[in-house]
């Protein structure tokens, strides 16, 4: 039985080692440019219009343009080491995913933004923020 | 009577006059005198009780102690809180999430686990005209604080039940989000591509389905303590069911699969009642410079001219007589090969520009337009923080913060911001000493023993 995934756009199948390389529509929507298999290193040229192939991968030289934004083996163990996929694309290059203290509002004023303690929370209000 | 400065005024001063967004704070409130208890979580039923607060109920947020409700732990990537969450816990915050459903309430916190706790809410409700709750079908009826126990403590209260599905049927006991709601409704097949653009549907990010669903709840409360004020004397029990509420606003996809049997499919940002109404895509960004993705990509402008004029300026604008030829009727247009051709033409005009430029070559020629807007640019509309929809409020607890205001207005009687929310459980000693009867030693008590 032939792969689900050997035609569908957005999910690069390899041809060589049938990684599935999950191509992020943020980066990959509408592109033209080769792409490196997480699994097998293979280069892939390979072009998107609004998120439809415009033709199954070709073979291609190195170096590669992009690489998937997450893959998995044909036994759908997850590739996730960032030398053969893609870091996710952030709205902010300072990105962390954990609480960030914040103090101060976009437009300069104190806002309570940052963990308080029990201390804190005794008097006024404003005393807990306006540090 | 208008007096006669009102009246000589013309219309934009006469609205400037009496919806004066700075002149809120002094004038009544429509709803005061009408307390609701919600005890609700998430979207779907804060936000029903949210639109109460607006107007000037007295709600009181009933959650769990010191956590409080689901909806606090949720936050864009979390990232930014806002602290302290309780006076328990102030090492924790609550997450942006929960903005835009809790506003001017009070925070009660209850432990529905314990039978003290299930007394205090027989004591609410008795003193309450509303009752919001979205928890699973029948659960508070069957912890003893349902609309079955409520009406005999309290008959004339409204009791506004919110869930997935309804209360009887197949479906009743499943769980439901906004997002299953709009799956369930037929508008998340409906929205996004066709198969010839990639094929994807696409959910609305925003809670839609949530935020719509709380407006036709408290609608439909007003309308029942109307019946109870002026009819019956008496409140009633209502049922409002996500998955059928997301189906209400399928406009004409159902009377079409009724008449012809036709399954609709997704069309993008095109309209399939209306050719041209929809949105084209820009060369240019308009923040090149920014370090946001979002910004960096390329703009998008709205356009509409589906009357042939209108079509016809159009065609003059991006200097395509040839398209104006072709399809010179809208019966011409609107087809789906028609549409396939006249956006890619149109799209060639945008090409080289930023969106801005494509909306002033637009309204130029008198056609209605309008650039995308990111949240960036829609939160510092001048149009909007002038109307008091937009505003940064200096919240007593939280600081400064940007929110939205009320989108509506009303002359004599303005619903308003007063603040964003509270920690779990900041009201507890007001609310249990002024409406249950408790005193301190009680309330404290109540604390040690985790009731609130």
Known sequence: MSSPFRETSLILECPKCETLNYLDPFTFWNFKGKIKCAGCDAIWAYELVNGTRKAAPAAATAPHDKMPGYAQSKDWKTITDFSKVNKGPQAREDFQGKPIPITKSKRGNPVSGTPLTAADLVGSRPKQFAK | MVDKALKDMTFEDFCRSVFNTKDTFHKPEVLKGIRAISTTQYILGPASAAYLAELGAEVIKVELPKRGEPMRHTTPFNEPFLYPLSRWMPEKGTGLGFFGANPNELFLSLDFHKPEAIQIMKRLAA??????????????????????????????????????????GPGRNRASYDILGQAQGGCFSITGWPKEYGGMPSKQTIWIMDYWGGAISAFNILACLYWRDN??????????????????????????????????????????????????????????????????????????????????????????????????????????????????????????????????????????????????????????????????????????????????????????????????????????????????????????????
């Open chain 2, 231 to 452: 009819v019956s004397g008496e409140g009633q029990f209502l049922e409002y069911s996500q998955v059928h509420g997301a189906q209400r606003h399928l406009t004409d996809f159902i009377s079409l699969y009724g008449k012809t049997g036709i399954v609709a499919q997704r069309w993008g940002n095109w309209e399939p009642l209306l050719c041209v109404h929809g949105i084209l895509k820009c060369g240019k960004s308009s923040f090149p410079n920014s370090k946001n993705p979002q910004e960096q990509e390329v703009g998008f402008c709205f356009v509409s001219a589906y009357k042939d004029e209108d079509f016809k300026k159009l065609c003059g604008v991006v200097g395509n007589a040839e398209l104006a030829k072709k399809y010179p009727t809208h019966a011409d247009r609107v087809g789906s090969d028609a549409q396939q051709a006249i956006y890619p033409a149109l799209e060639k005009f945008a090409a080289d520009k930023t969106k801005e430029e494509v909306w002033k070559a637009f309204t130029g020629a008198g056609l209605v337009s309008q650039p995308v807007w990111n949240s960036n640019e829609a939160a510092n509309q001048e149009h909007w923080h002038l109307r008091g929809s937009m505003q940064w409020l200096d919240d007593p607890t939280f600081g400064d913060v940007q929110t939205q205001g009320v989108a509506y207005r009303l002359s004599e009687t303005p619903g308003r911001i007063k603040h964003v929310f509270k920690p779990v459980g900041a009201d507890n000693e007001f609310v249990l000493s002024k409406l249950c009867g408790y005193g301190g030693s009680e309330i404290a008590d109540l604390e040690k023993k985790e009731i609130i």
């Open chain 2, 127 to 168: 003193k309450s005209d509303v009752a919001c709750e979205n928890y699973r079908a029948g659960t508070f009826d069957r912890w003893g604080i349902g609309y079955r126990q409520f009406k005999d403590l309290n008959p004339r209260m409204v009791y506004q039940w919110m869930g997935g599905f309804g209360g009887w």
